[in-house]
């Protein structure tokens, strides 16, 4: 150190000679003194380094004096390095005590750790991490210690992520607890220290999983939480912690999957942890609070009011027994107000609802805003007040908790979830005093959609995580439009901008990681393809049968599989010209897609219903009051009982044709004739005129309705029809990203046309064989209309998944399935459908180049009726334009193979080429439209029989 040249100097010699007696001469001696005097009062010392000096010169001193006098200087040695090793770990330290100062810094990481789990702040969190990280470094060949080092790791990095929200403490801290169960088992100890082990890996887990919400993650804890307790057996002192535990991480599966087994397993242990915990144990209060969270949950799903008053009554002792400068105090604290505000719902006692206010006023004012904790607290504030407002019709209530709300929304650290539940809630609130608000809430919400879905997830991890968040587009859409703050173009863009950023999240995503790598590094786009296939195969397992789950070590693959490819990512956004690749197109880049015709967006919401028309010209907002959620709900239930009704021999068949006219009928008036006039086609084209082209891109409930066949099909006398399919050629896309995918798609190079033709005239485990008695006829109408045809004979999954990639044309005929609880789980039924079905799920890791037309015909090949998802447009069409296919051609419900042959020998006479020989694929469109108007025209009462084919894509 400069300011002691001659210690300084004297230790550098000693390093170059090797001789410690330097260290004895008496100006140097002298220095040390005056050095370990006034390293921490001199604020010209570096205290840490000082330590560093000190110690080696009393470990070269051990080494110069003789035996006999040397452990004095041993021992001054030995503290010196101790205090430097807490602060800086092994690095220049003598060889010869590395392990010794590790074990002797245990001592003071368990005691730093033991303060700090009381009241942790950053500072001392951030200690502990480094801390516990040296020693265990140090003690990499000492697997006993090495695994008890471990565990404190972390549990440090678990508290710092609840501080912080950085997932990647926890995925360490995951890390870290599995490494410390291995180490414990190799050591043939299956009893003690491995619970301990398994209890931190199932709290981290745990944590995770209520961060990021992968169902792996939490099956694990729950796993990994029994295995602590069966562990435990004969450790009576800490079972009792063990058993709490375990009462937690069940009762959050149940809140995941509503399995009340686990909620009653989930109160019989908390019950027992409490009863085996003697009064005035330290952490009694904990596993108090656990069991009143448990019994709260019960609550919400029996009412039992028996279980809430134990609830509170828990959750009071819980909080009298916990100091309030504890780090649990808080969620002690708020799970008691939670109780409360529950009880003041069902009773309207104004105390209780007066002391939930007051206590979750204190808990969000004691929760940092930076912690991932301040959303969750704040969004109780704003439901209590609202609880109460409910009762007294205070408006300051309202005020103060439409503010809670928006403070939740604004919380960076918390997860997406939470803030986004807030915004919705606040926007509801706050909208009729300021609209602007409103809207800048909702809109917020929707750009926070993305994180729910992160790729690490699962695809069924997503869609739960979606399925609370259905209509939210919708909702921004209409605030935007109702915000006077700016334009009526500005509006309508925001409006279009939401709607494409709100809907299809899980499509959007595959298909911005589905960009052109041509100009690409070769071994660059390799790596990136096989991370990113990698990844859709693992989402495609997760849901492509009913046997295969997800679980725990997919779930942790798939966290260094998303790490990776975010590094791939940014690797490839660093070249010229590859900046934006991955990301979402901006509006101005999708603008230009109505050039070959317009494309109608709508926004359905209780706030206001509205088309937005996108066309060369910009975006053009029309009203449309007569769309109102109720009546479009009312009107979708009819018309799909209808349909069932149309097939059922007990039921009147033409009562149920009727009611699908009058939808059609209604579905005109209040949506299709609106927009068609607002877009000039009044009528119908002038004989031998271009038809004009429509794309709909309806999104949530209206998805679920025809407007392609919206009109009055039936009128007598009249040449040209009020309908849709009088006036326009219709297409379909999910948003107009989707779009601009598929004709991307369409423009690129051709290859040599070829045609597979999957065909299931009879299928194994349906009734009857699964009869299609019509197919072999259009098998063989296929043969003569199709280049190239290739017919699988007993079609499986994975020959159709191997052929798919060798043709250009992929035509279905067999039954199709769809699944109203999961989506992704609808499928095309062939020969192994029973063992390996062909699923949305199963399509989503195809990306074919030189795919161009996918003729689907079968059931509800275009139909999502899982109420959660309607905004993701999850159904077989969708999923073979993302597979590359530039035109689908699907079905919105069961249709008549009989009908179903005659439209599809129509569709490709349509796209015939006559100069070429070949086929015209951009007449896809335009072919089926003809067909199905044929049919039409054949059966105007009967539509179900013509309304179902849709095109979608180019």
């Known amino acids: 150190m400069e300011l002691f040249p001659a210690l300084t100097a004297c ?30 009062a001199d604020p010209g010392i570096d205290p840490v380094g000082a330590r560093h ?100 790791l972390s549990t440090m990095l678990q508290v710092r992520c609840r501080l912080t929200g950085d997932l990647e403490d926890l995925d360490e801290a995951i890390r870290a607890s599995r490494e410390a169960v291995a180490l414990c088992r190799e050591s043939g100890d299956d009893k003690g220290p491995v619970a301990g082990a398994l209890s931190t890996l199932s709290t981290a887990l745990r944590d995770r999983f209520g961060l990021a919400g992968a169902l792996g993650d939490l099956e694990g804890a729950v796993e990994f939480a029994k295995q602590t307790v069966r562990s435990a057996v004969r450790d009576p002192e800490n079972m009792p912690g063990y058993l709490s535990n375990l009462g937690t991480v069940l009762t959050i599966r149940f809140e995941r999957t509503g399995a009340p087994a686990d909620l009653d397993e989930a109160i019989q242990v908390d019950r027992l942890a ?110 209590s007040l609202v609880a109460r407002y409910r009762n007294t019709r205070d408006l300051a209530d309202v005020v103060r908790a439409s503010e809670a709300f928006a403070a939740a929304v604004d919380a960076e650290n918390a997860p997406a979830s939470a803030r986004i539940q807030s915004a919705g809630i606040a926007a509801g609130l706050i909208e009729p005093l300021d609209t602007s608000r409103a809207a800048a809430l909702l809109e917020q919400a929707v750009r926070l959609l993305p994180e729910v879905t992160p790729r690490r997830l699962l695809r069924s991890d997503k869609q739960y995580a979606l399925s609370d968040f259905t209509g939210l587009a919708g909702d921004a859409a209409a605030l935007a439009l109702s915000d006077t703050a700016t334009s009526p173009e500005q509006r309508g863009r925001r409006a279009l901008s939401l709607l494409e950023s709100g809907r299809t999240v899980l499509l959007s995503q595959m298909l911005d990681n589905r960009g052109s790598l041509a ?84 926004s359905v919401s ?49 009562i149920a044709q009727a009611v699908l006219a ?149 035509h279905f005929a067999c039954h199709g399935a769809n699944d109203p609880a999961d989506p992704s789980r609808s499928r095309l039924i062939l020969h192994d459908h029973q063992a390996a079905p062909l699923t949305v799920a199963a399509l989503a890791p195809i990306d074919l180049n030189h795919a161009r037309l996918a003729y689907l015909s079968a059931c509800d090949t275009a139909l999502s009726t899982a109420a959660g998802l309607l905004d993701e447009a999850i159904h077989l069409t969708s999923a073979f334009q993302l597979a590359g296919y530039a035109h689908v051609v699907g079905t919105l419900w069961a249709i008549d193979d009989e009908i179903a042959v005659e439209i599809a020998e129509d569709f490709y006479a349509g796209i015939h080429d006559e100069p070429t020989g070949g086929l015209d694929f951009g007449s896809a469109a335009r072919a089926l439209h003809h067909a199905t108007r044929t049919q039409r025209d054949l059966y105007p009462r009967t539509p179900s029989l013509w309304a179902a084919h849709v095109h979608a894509g180019a």
């Open 519 to 602: 100009d690409l590094h070769p071994d660059l786009a390799a790596r990136f393809t096989a991370l990113r296939d990698r990844l859709d195969r693992d989402d495609a397992s997760d849901l492509s049968s009913d046997s295969a789950s997800g679980g725990l070590q997919k779930s942790e693959d798939r966290v260094a599989l998303a790490r990776e490819l975010a590094a791939v990512l940014g690797e490839i956004r660093s070249r010229k010209g590859f900046e934006s690749f991955g990301l979402p197109p901006s509006l101005p880049e999708l603008l230009p897609e109505a050039a070959r015709g317009p494309v109608v967006s709508f």
């Open 662 to 810: 009058e939808t059609l009928e209604w579905l005109w008036d209040t949506v299709a004739e609106p927009v068609l006039n607002a877009l000039g086609y009044g009528s119908a084209p002038e004989n031998g005129a271009d038809w004009p082209h429509i794309w709909w891109a309806p999104g949530g409930l209206l998805g679920l309705l025809p407007l392609h066949a919206a009109g009055r099909h039936t009128e007598d006398g009249v040449r040209h029809r009020r309908s849709v399919m009088d006036r326009v050629i219709s297409s379909y896309t999910p948003t107009v990203r989707a779009l601009r995918h598929a004709r991307e798609r369409e423009a690129a190079v051709p290859s040599v046309p070829s045609s597979l033709i999957v065909a299931m005239p009879t299928t194994p485990g349906l009734p009857g064989g699964g009869r299609l008695a019509h197919v072999p006829a259009e098998v063989e109408t296929l043969r003569t209309l199709l280049p190239n045809p290739l017919v699988l004979d007993q079609p499986t999954r994975a020959r159709v998944l191997d052929q798919l990639p060798r043709h250009t044309i992929a």
């Open 274 to 383: 409490v009863e085996t915990t003697s009064e005035g144990h330290p952490d009694r209060a904990a596993r108090l609070s656990n069991l009143s969270f448990a019994l709260q949950r019960r609550y919400t799903s029996t009412a039992d009011p028996r279980d809430l008053d134990e609830a509170i009554a828990s959750s009071r002792q819980a909080v009298a027994a916990t100091d309030p400068h504890h780090r649990d105090w808080t969620t002690r604290l708020a799970v008691l107000g939670s109780g409360l505000r529950r009880r003041y719902e069902r009773t309207a006692g104004a105390r209780d609802g007066d002391e939930a206010i007051q206590i979750a006023e204190r808990v969000a004012q004691a929760t940092g805003e930076r912690q991932p904790d301040s959303a969750s607290r704040l969004h109780e504030l704003g439901v």
């Open 11 to 40: 230790l550098a010699e000693v390093y170059a000679t090797g001789n410690p007696a330097l260290v004895l001469e008496p100006g140097v001696v002298e220095e040390a003194r005056h050095l370990a005097g006034s390293r921490d």
């Open 606 to 654: 209780s706030y206001r219903s509205d088309a937005l028309l996108l066309t060369a010209d910009g975006v053009q907002v029309l009203p449309l009051p007569g769309l109102e959620p109720e009546s479009l709900n009312a009107r979708v239930g009819a018309f799909h009982a209808a349909l069932v009704a149309t097939t059922d021999p007990e039921q009147d068949r033409g």
């Open 53 to 152: 000096v000190l110690g080696w010169f009393h470990w070269f001193r051990y080494q110069a004096l003789p035996q006999g006098r040397c452990q004095e200087a041993l021992d001054q040695a030995r503290s010196y390095f101790l205090e430097y090793f807490v602060y800086e770990g092994t690095k220049q330290l003598p060889e010869e005590l590395r392990v010794e100062l590790a074990m002797k810094a245990t001592l003071s990481a368990y005691e730093h750790q033991r303060r700090t789990l009381a009241a942790p702040d950053p500072l001392s969190v951030e200690v502990g991490v480094r801390l516990w990280t040296r020693i265990a470094e140090a003690l990499a060949e000492y697997g006993d210690m090495q695994a008890l080092c471990l565990m404190g």
